[in-house]
């Protein structure tokens, strides 16, 4: 194949599919899909490939992704004559993929479908693994499903269009993903050795890719050890939340694993100097977001209470216990219950206080 | 088990799931579960295995059953506290289990949940297979997905709740599948001889769901044999659909299959009197659907494009082959392919025309 350095398998119960990395252009067409259509972030505009005819352009926005927003989209599909032998190709980051896997599993109860991701968050993590997730109205993820894509292909030249920020939400979840794997101090390593984006970019989404797809391929429908990757992102999505969305994923996620670490030695569960491998994750982490331009400012203006009320609310707690993946002693992670309680609260309060100092920010007392 | 009189077990990918008749009440106390939302039919209102601050009530009609009612519900279920340990228990007719089917799916990426059905069409077809068709906007059925219940109690007492419309709409598909799976002509003895509506149901509904399971099991994901059991589901859409919805579902399958019939006998396929059991299936239609009060109006009002238009926009067409299950020499089905072609359109007009003299209405020539 030219053009193409990588190639594994991902496998599923729907039979498995390949991520390839190279030229997405030369790759979508040896592919020779004779009835395509392309569901891409509206920023592609003039760079698909196919015809304007042919393409479906979307604001890639939290609003888009959103259950109320998925009949306008499967009624101008309908409208574009698209039936169950339609592959659809879907080009953009993580809000593009997870309006292309919900509305591929949907129409007509199911279509083939192609996934390009073009944001490093969505190169090294989410573009495998099949999982969707929707809003409603102002319910974050509440709704989705599980429909992996037929291929997936990497083209690195992507990284080129992103910036600072989105560079840093990839490495965040990259890192995370390599920790939970045992494959950090490798990931760690290579990051630092690296000097041009596109080589950084290709190294990083195989090391990441090759570990998540260890999780998925362990637990496909998210009931085991894959709930491992959920490190960081309950506590995460607390931030993204009470800050409207106003901090990315990734660098959540970043602040996450921060507020686990404080939490988990705050419990008398870590024990800092005495898990290398850890210690210098939470370190690599606070020095990609120490003082990230507008970071600190929207951190401080977050107030305690929302963001405790955001974190309570997540799908994943049970009714009477918090469920939160921490650092524990032995450098590894594990999924941990708290009692709903009012000193539980104030504790994961602090905790969120305490990654807000470590990367530069105050949390307001009120 | 008190009460209960019959139970069988269908196999699916998700690990399968066990039917069983008896009194729902019983049955749904005996389950024993903790957590629960009841999604009803509102005219069941009164009459629900739990409390009213329990229960979601919806307006069993088509507008509910669509892809934009689906968030209200959803946030709904959100302000009731439903999480991934609530248990779902859906009682309705087909359109209830379209939602409870769907939004089960959905929501928290899936929720466990046990079916109830309550017309005699959803006991003796829909209830087994787990499959959902929800509408988008004027779109019908456009979108849906697989997610079967856990469970599924049928209690046929429920029939005396119900018209004698919606008792024939279940005969028709049930009559339907039975002849589809090689059982018609017990089947009609059977009908033959029962006098009272309890025994009668209880009888038709283990005739039918055994046959549907083997489709079933044998083609979970509707790629093989069982889509043999859309006969009389294409030309009968297109009477639903052209009649907004006044033909009901079960009537439109028994004109459906006539509809079938004529194209059949018109393409060469099909010479009556060779072929003893359809010709039975067909009288026996027939004898359901003649003068039955309304449809003959209905019917005689309906315009021949606008049935063929709802024909030719069926999902299960090819771009240029419309695919029709008919009946076949050797007393047989058999998934067919036409040309989209001038004088198919004229034909499959013709063959409505057809049916609707069997029943007892003209179709209008202009």
């Known amino acids: 194949m030219p053009n193409t350095f990588e190639a594994f398998h991902v496998k599923s119960s729907g039979g498995g599919y390949d991520v390839v990395i190279g030229d997405v252009v030369d790759l979508v067409s040896q592919a020779g899909l004779s009835d395509m259509v392309v569901l891409a972030d509206v920023r592609f505009k003039g760079r698909l490939p196919v015809g304007e005819d042919r393409a479906i352009l979307i604001q890639s926005d939290e609003t888009e992704k959103s259950l109320e ?3 306008p989209l499967i009624e101008r599909m309908k409208a574009m004559g698209v039936n169950r032998k339609t592959h659809v190709v879907a080009v953009g980051g993580g809000i593009i993929q997870d309006i292309a896997t919900f509305v591929a599993s949907i129409y007509m109860r199911g279509l083939r479908w192609t996934y390009v991701p073009t944001t490093l968050l969505a190169m090294v993590d989410s573009c495998i693994g099949g999982k969707s997730s929707i809003n409603v109205g102002k319910l974050k993820n509440l ?3 599980f429909h992996p894509p037929e291929k997936v292909i990497v083209d690195t030249r992507f990284v080129d269009t992103l910036d600072n920020q989105q560079i840093i939400d990839g490495l965040c ?8 794997r045992g494959v950090f101090s490798d990931f ?3 990051v630092a050795n690296k000097t041009t984006t596109a080589d950084l970019a290709r190294d990083i989404v195989l090391r990441s890719l090759s570990s998540k797809r260890w999780f998925v391929e362990e637990d496909e429908f ?3 050890v894959r709930l491992l990757l959920n490190f960081g992102h309950t506590f995460g999505h607390a931030i ?3 800050s409207d969305f106003r901090v990315s994923h990734g660098v959540a996620v970043g602040i996450g694993i921060l507020v686990a670490h404080v939490r988990a030695e705050r419990a008398g569960r870590y024990s800092r100097g005495r898990n290398p491998t850890f210690d210098a994750l939470a370190s690599y982490v606070e020095t990609l977001l120490y003082n990230l331009p507008g970071l600190t400012d929207v951190l401080t203006s977050l107030r305690p209470m929302d963001v405790v009320s955001k974190f309570e609310g997540d799908k994943k707690h ?3 216990r918090f469920r939160v993946v921490i650092p524990v ?3 590894h992670l594990e999924l941990t219950e708290f009692p709903r309680s009012e000193t539980e609260r104030s504790e994961i309060s602090e905790a969120f206080a305490g990654a807000f100092a470590r990367v530069g920010a105050s949390m307001s007392r009120v």
Chains 1, 2 share one sequence.
């Open 69 to 71: 927003r998925m009949a």
């Open 143 to 145: 709704v989705g499903g």
């Open 173 to 180: 979840e990259a890192a995370k993903i390599c920790y939970a």
């Open 188 to 190: 760690h390593a290579a």
């Open 222 to 224: 998210d009931q085991g």
């Open 240 to 242: 993204e939340a009470a």
């Open 318 to 320: 049970w009714a009477d």
């Open 329 to 331: 002693d032995g450098d």
